[in-house]
C-alpha cells in the first residue's frame, strides 16, 4: 500500500516558513517595481542562499523541504549565487 511517493504536507516544508518565503518575493516585486533591481535581486538571491544553507545544516528538521537535502541544498546556493553573477555581469555589459 506505500508503494507511491508522499506527497502529503506532513513530509514536505512547513508551510508558515513557505509563506515567509512567498512573502520575501512579494516583498522583491514590489522593490524592483518601485525601480531597484538590484536590491530585488540581492533579496530573492539571499533568500534562496539562505533556504538552501538551512536544508543543508538541518536536514530533515529543516521546514524548507522540496526534495531530497542534496537536490534543495543544491538548487537554493546555485540559484543565488547564480542569481547574482547573472545580473553582476549583465550590469558589467552596460
Known sequence: MHDHPFVSEAHEGKPWFEWLVGAVVAVSVIVAALGYTMAATVIIAVAAIVTGLLRLVLRERSPWKVRSVAFDSFIG????????????AIRMLI
Not at 77 to 88: D, E, K, P, Q, T
Open 77 to 88: 546556493i546555485a540559484l543565488g549565487v547564480g542569481l547574482l553573477a547573472s545580473y553582476l
